[in-house]
């Protein structure tokens, strides 16, 4: 059974035009997160919604949005890729209780830009 | 500064123990993770513990935690071929994680 799903798995976009990668739960966590990672390097956390809060790390650029409409989909939008840009983007979530936060991954989305 | 350090490489012999080390710095972390990536996917945890245990074995998987050198270690028993992949480890005081640099293990056969 799927709990975290992304689409597409693979993208292909332009250098400048704009593409949205989606990611949808099957969990009702209420946490969801957006990662970037490049090459066989840790995953670097771009932001995440704690419920309806967003949370941005101060180094995500600009470039970079993301909408969570309701619990179950939350996408991450890349207004204007650069090369700089081709990375696996993953999506996670969590349950955030007291102590623990396991997080959940989705499969990924190699993004490729052109 | 908030670095979570691992070895970057590990090879071992298939049905041989391998052992994947991870230091941390911050000594408030509440829960600490081993997450494993297999090429192309995404990462999937593989076990936690909490801060106030010293040991939790799961099957083939011990995980030791020393507080005191914040030293975290993961111990895959009777090793298979399918358990290379890189290892995660993670720490976290809320919801936000912190990765380590990754341990890439190599199984011969």
């Known amino acids: 059974d799927a709990m975290v799903i992304q689409n597409p798995r693979y993208q292909v976009t332009q250098f400048g035009k704009p593409v949205t990668l989606s990611c949808s739960q099957t969990l009702n966590h209420n946490v969801m997160y957006w990662y970037q990672q490049k090459s066989s390097q840790a995953p670097k956390l771009l932001f995440h919604y704690y419920d309806k809060d967003f949370n941005n790390e101060a180094d995500t650029p600009d470039n970079f949005q993301s909408r969570r409409p309701n619990t179950s989909f939350c996408f991450l939008d890349i207004r204007s890729p650069g090369l700089g840009d081709a990375a696996m983007y993953l999506c996670?979530?969590?349950?955030?209780?007291?102590?623990?936060?396991?997080?959940?991954f989705g499969p990924g989305t190699r993004l490729t830009v052109t | 500064g908030e670095d979570v350090e691992q070895s970057l490489f590990l090879s071992v012999r298939e049905g041989d123990s391998s052992v994947i080390n991870c230091t941390y710095t911050?000594?408030?972390?509440?829960?600490l993770y081993w997450y494993k990536q297999e090429p192309g996917a995404g990462l999937q945890l593989l076990t936690y513990?909490?801060?106030?245990?010293d040991m939790k074995q799961d099957q083939r998987l011990t995980v030791l935690l020393n507080k005191k050198d914040k030293h975290l270690s993961l111990r895959i028993a009777d090793t298979q071929t399918g358990d290379s992949a890189i290892y995660f480890c993670a720490e976290s005081l809320s919801e936000k994680y912190i990765f380590g640099t990754g341990t890439r293990l190599k199984v011969l056969a």
């Open positions: 911050d000594s408030s972390s509440t829960y």
């Open positions: 996670a979530t969590s349950r955030a209780r007291v102590n623990s936060y396991e997080q959940y």
């Open positions: 513990i909490f801060s106030n245990m």
